[in-house]
């Protein structure tokens, strides 16, 4: 993020404080899609990660008052949204439910109608297995990276990991998601 983006930050965030309205809604476009998107890719279920972008803009709101901006904005926020995730999973898995047939069956395809989606089945189901076998924090890079749109900057700062680390740990990730989409597609056209 240049310069000149945290000044606009800081001054929604200031303005937004001030109860200026059209600020609070300049936030709310700017990184709800965002938060939303890398939300879904971390847990693959729409209604949850909308309900925990929600609950993200709700712990803004509480906190906006005695927020101050040192260009730290997007960390924190991003901070929030993965803590909310970690939390909502960490809470499920103590409360685990029986999963329908129906609900299994939608895991095995990918949801029509995404409009964004301008890649073929097949390779979006390769894509989401080959994620699927990395671990989780190398997912979570992949996912700020290139979900999120956050730099590597931002990554280092939320994640208190140096950049060189992360910039290796993304590179190896990617080249592992390489591999395992190829491995993938051969079995698939066996």
């Given at each position: 993020m240049t310069d000149g983006q945290d000044d606009r930050i800081a001054k929604?965030?200031?303005d937004a404080a001030q109860g200026d309205e059209n600020a609070w809604?300049?936030?709310?476009?700017?990184f709800s899609p965002r938060i939303f998107g890398l939300l879904k890719a971390q847990c693959r279920d729409a209604d949850l990660a909308e309900e925990l972008t929600q609950s993200v803009f709700?712990?803004?709101?509480e906190k906006l008052g005695e927020y101050t901006e040192q260009g730290q904005f997007q960390s924190w926020i991003f901070r929030?949204?993965?803590?909310?995730?970690?939390?909502?999973m960490r809470r499920r898995t103590r409360h685990a439910k029986p999963t329908s047939q129906e609900t299994l069956s939608e895991i095995e395809g990918v949801a029509d109608g995404d409009g964004y989606r301008t890649i073929e089945r097949e390779q979006i189901l390769s894509l989401e297995q080959a994620m699927d076998e990395l671990s989780s924090s190398d997912r979570e890079i992949v996912d700020l990276r290139h979900?999120?749109?956050?730099?590597?900057?931002q990554i280092a700062s939320l994640l208190n990991e140096p950049?060189?680390?992360?910039?290796?740990?993304?590179?190896?990730?990617?080249?592992?998601?390489r591999e395992s989409i190829e491995r993938i597609q051969k079995r698939a056209s066996k």
């Open positions: 929604w965030l200031a809604r300049l936030i709310v476009s700017e709700v712990t803004l709101a929030v949204a993965i803590n909310r995730l970690r939390d909502e979900t999120a749109g956050l730099s590597f900057k950049v060189g680390t992360l910039l290796a740990r993304h590179h190896r990730a990617l080249a592992r998601l």
